[in-house]
């Protein structure tokens, strides 16, 4: 089973910068493409940013281009950052980790591990 640990998040006013981290664990038997997905209530959840299993490509939400950056960690290829700038209030939500196996997976669509969600709160 892989699993995955997030953190960072929290409550910045707006222009802030926030970080968020998140590690995959467990049985973790490769590199995954490993992204952030976001979601408030009564909404759809939306892709934010993912980056590919080997590191040479990224896709973000037009919402967060030139604001967002996701990378990889050097030391450990299943940890990524999602360094966020020039934060919104209508960034505000609660953020998912996800991984997934293919190299690729923003073109499905479909990742096969989440986790529990951290919040995000840009006040005004």
């Known amino acids: 089973q892989v699993y995955l640990i997030e953190s960072g998040g929290g409550l910045v006013q707006a222009g802030g910068s926030l970080r968020l981290s998140c590690e995959a664990a467990?049985?973790?038997?490769?590199?995954?493409?490993m992204g952030w997905f976001r979601q408030v209530p009564g909404a759809e959840r939306e892709h934010v940013a993912t980056i590919s299993r080997a590191g040479s490509a990224t896709n973000y939400a037009d919402s967060v281009k030139g604001r967002f950056t996701i990378s990889r960690d050097n030391a450990n290829n299943n940890m990524v950052t999602l360094q966020m700038n020039s934060l919104k209030p209508e960034d505000t939500a609660v953020y998912s980790c996800?991984?997934?196996?293919?190299?690729?997976?923003?073109?499905?669509?479909?990742?096969?591990?989440w986790g529990q969600g951290t919040q995000v709160t840009v006040s005004s």
């Open positions: 467990g049985r973790t038997r490769m590199t995954y493409s």
């Open positions: 996800v991984a997934d196996a293919a190299p690729t997976p923003w073109f499905r669509g479909v990742y096969e591990y």
